[in-house]
């Protein structure tokens, strides 16, 4: 069983600041099911997105577990800003959390094989 939107967003917050690092809910969406999409910026100020990865990538991976792709990377804030508006046009429940972490962002999230 997967784990709703809002905890699975919480927990990650917790381990971005057990990390020393910080971390921000700056959408909220849709408790149970809402999709996350994470925004990492560096120590640097780059910019990287990572959103929901496809279901088609699921169906090898264990359906329970949350997966992610990388979207953009390394990008001005004014690309994430215009993907993201994409988004909440299509998907008016999401969740967007942007985190700053000491550790690269694929240490605290699933990413989809390739």
Known sequence: MRVTSELWVSALIKRVFSDGGFAAVRRRGAREAGAVFVLCRTRLGELDLYVPAPQTSYEEARPDERQFVRTLEKVEEAAVEERLAREMQFDPDMW????????EAVHYLPLASE
């Open 96 to 103: 967007v959390v942007e985190i700053e972490a000491p550790q």
